[in-house]
């Protein structure tokens, strides 16, 4: 899909930029704080995700404004799409979301419609922070790859919220227990449906992770990511989602069932997982160099580009905040290379570290707005 048509006012600094993207590369230079990584992020929360840069929906409006608008059209190999995002400061429906002039309540409607990769330094944090990131990575992918996952990923935490304050009803001697059975047959069967979702979604990322791995690293390492469950065993997923797997997860949270009270949290389930990722065999957590662990979590984002590409006729739009800076001119092409397809939107302070053969529109970003516009 194509970003054919961009227009953004009062989001952050971000003032009267309209735009028509090239339908391949879109250079946004400028120096530093001048409003590029706001450009692509006011572009970005069009996709129904949150921001990349996880701000706060209020912090879109400019400071001291009242209201931002970011709108786009979209072209896909159906249709042509427009989505408008309005958010006002002091109004009764601060939030007013239009696509195709439709109105929709929140931006979930959105994420069907336009999908999006983000590469950002912060990728790392993938491979270096809490489990949570990596789960919400492999969530977030496989998600644009069957939207059905969001609804199961939010039935979820909806149970296990309930789950949760009925625990603590318990522990202070209140009531509960006798629904808490029915919580559990619930969140085991969402549990078991993420659990199998991940590992699937994990396999498959797997095999082209260690492929692209290979090649950016000279073909001498090995990056391979696998999917722990802590309810499930590897056997467990060669048979399909079904009954069994149900009991399962539902018998591993009644065992756990006095220590969730004691504890008023839930300690087994999709909550707990963890997805291990390797290089050469150990931990790029734990051991691997910054070089290693910045290439792993570019690869993988590289990965979910493919997959998706495979599976769908659109290519999604790819956003690339400050990443080619710290590219070497091998990894750029491989980088490239990949995602030749693909809209290209990219950041740079300096336009002259960029690849030579990657031409296309060149927007320049000063105090907010686009010069010469
Ligand atoms: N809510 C806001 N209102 C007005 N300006 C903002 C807001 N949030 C951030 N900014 C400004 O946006 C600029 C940073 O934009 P950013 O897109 O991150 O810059 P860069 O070009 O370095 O990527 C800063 O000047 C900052 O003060
Ligand atoms: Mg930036």
Known sequence: ?????????????????????????????????????????????????????????KDYI??????????????DSVREQKIEYTMFRSANTPKQILLNGVSHKGTRALFDVFK????????????????????????????????????????????????????????????????LEIWDRQAAHEGAVISYMRHDYVSKINEICRELYQTISGGSEVLELEYRSNVFRKEDFEKPCGEDAFEKYYRRLRENCEYDIRTGITHAGVNRDEIDIKINGVSAKEYGSQGQ?????????????????????????????????????????????????????????????????????????NGGSIENA
Not at 39 to 53: N, V, Y
Not at 62 to 74: E, F, N, T, W
Not at 138 to 143: F, G, L, N, P, V
Request: one cysteine or more.
């Open 62 to 75: 400019a400071l001291g404004g009242d209201r931002m608008s970011s709108r786009i059209k979209l072209r």
């Open 1 to 57: 899909m194509i970003i054919t048509y961009a227009e953004i006012d009062g989001f952050r600094n971000l003032k009267g930029i309209s735009f028509q993207p090239d339908t391949k590369y879109n250079i946004i230079v400028g120096a530093n704080a001048q409003g590029k990584t706001n450009l692509l992020e006011a572009m970005w929360i069009l996709s129904g995700c949150r921001s990349f840069r996880g701000s706060k929906e």
């Open 116 to 179: 999006c990769i983000a590469f950002i330094p912060d990728d790392v944090d993938i491979i270096k922070g809490a489990p949570e990131k990596r789960r919400s990575f492999i969530d977030m992918a496989a998600s644009q790859l069957n939207p059905a996952f969001v609804v199961h990923i939010s039935k979820s935490n909806t149970i296990m919220n309930h789950r949760n304050a009925l625990l603590k009803s318990i522990s202070q001697g209140g009531p509960g227990s006798e629904v």
């Open 293 to 365: 662990i910045k290439s792993a979590a570019l690869v993988m984002k590289l990965a979910q580009a493919e997959i998706y590409m495979k599976r769908s006729k659109d290519a999604p739009v790819v956003f690339l905040d400050d990443v080619m800076g710290e590219l070497d001119e091998n990894r750029q092409k491989f980088v490239f290379d990949i995602i030749k397809d693909m809209q290209v939107f990219l950041t740079t302070p300096n336009e002259g570290a960029i690849l030579p053969g990657i031409s296309g529109k060149v927007i320049r970003i």
